[in-house]
């Protein structure tokens, strides 16, 4: 039996609106769903497992139709998704009555209820959102039927407004493999037994890394799961590490150099740290035309001549401070500290 395991598609969201990148990612996140249903159908999958947040907020009819003609299109696999808290069964949702194709089963109540799949051996456990918090730790006290069948739990949320639950409870509860939705960092909480799948597509800068599903296998009574890589882009974090040496240009230019070894399609967020010349500046602000650069921040020291300093300044209160504080053995920190003292001296005496 083999079947995908996904989460937080968020169908519908938007985001990085106002990046010139921006226009595209909606688009994007509906692609990559395509993308990902065609891949089950071409690898015969037989159980498609949806952990929640399907959509971004209350789906549009017309978007239950286009998903569940997506659905439609599979011909082996089975799929089973609950409603997660972003797009959560409300009274008056598109959800209540839509008729889901025969391969689809949404598990739409507030409470457990399981979908049996007898040629498969398996079964699988879920509910869903009727709104858009829940603080009960609803899952700590599910159990599967002792029946013999594969047992899945579809679980969405963890965090304290989202159905908190215990992890070792929710191990102890005998399910075989607990399939979770609504972190959106793909993690495994317990080999091949417990993992959130994460979000399909990264949905915003916090997102950083890599972006997918699980597919997993169960066979002999042991379950297997790897983690498959799909995101069309990912966003990730570029650290530059400055000295004395760097400018603007020498910095704009590694930026570049990066970004065209590490992937153009990415979105990144730059970061400068260390040491820099006092005279120079780095102008930021510049940086997002060298790549999808969605922020960068400068956290460079200025790096002072302390001993001349020192020199010029004699025995006035920056000259006593370089003094009482420098050497030539100063670690990082301490140059960092020194450099935070001169500069603020400086700047207030003007000097
Ligand atoms: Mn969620």
Request: proline share 4%; hydrophobic share 35%.
């Amino acid at each position: 039996m083999r079947f995908f395991h996904v989460a937080d598609v968020h169908l519908g969201a938007a985001p990085d609106q106002g990046f010139p990148w921006g226009t595209r990612r909606k688009e994007e996140i509906w692609d990559s769903f395509r993308r990902l249903i065609a891949r089950a159908e071409k690898e015969q999958v037989d159980l498609l497992l949806i952990a929640g947040d399907l959509f971004h907020r209350q789906p549009l009819l017309g978007e239950l139709k286009e998903v569940n003609y997506l659905f439609s299109t599979l011909t082996r696999t089975k799929v089973v998704f609950i409603v997660g808290n972003h797009d959560y069964w409300r009274k008056d949702s598109f959800y209540g009555g839509f008729p889901w194709c025969e391969n689809v089963t949404c598990l739409d109540s507030a409470r457990c209820r399981r979908v049996v799949f007898p040629e498969l051996g398996t079964a699988v456990y879920g509910l869903s959102y009727h709104s858009r918090e829940i603080q009960e730790p609803l899952y700590d006290s599910i159990k599967p039927k002792q029946d013999g069948l594969f047992s899945v739990l579809l679980a969405h949320g963890g965090d304290g407004q989202h159905i908190p639950f215990d992890k070792r409870k929710l191990l102890a509860s005998g399910f075989d493999y607990i399939a979770l939705g609504h972190i959106h960092k793909p993690q495994i909480l317990e080999r091949n037994r417990m993992a959130y799948a994460g979000a399909l597509e990264p949905l915003d800068k916090n997102d950083c890394g890599p972006h997918g599903f699980f597919a997993g296998e169960y066979q002999d009574g042991r379950v297997r799961i790897t983690f498959v890589p799909w995101a069309a882009r990912d966003y990730r974090w570029l650290e530059i590490r400055t000295d004395e040496n760097s400018t603007d240009f020498s910095v704009q230019r590694q930026i570049t150099e990066y970004v065209q070894e590490n992937g153009t399609k990415h979105i990144y967020r730059v970061r400068l740290e260390g040491f820099r010349d006092p005279a120079i500046t780095f102008q930021t602000e510049k940086y997002s035309a060298l790549g999808n650069i969605i922020e960068a921040v400068d956290h460079t020291e200025p790096a002072y001549n302390f001993a001349q300093l020192k020199e010029e300044h004699g025995e006035d209160v920056i000259g006593c401070l370089i003094g009482k504080l420098g050497g030539p053995d100063m670690d990082d920190i301490q140059k960092k500290a020194l450099s935070y003292g001169v500069w603020a001296l400086l700047e207030v005496s003007g000097r």
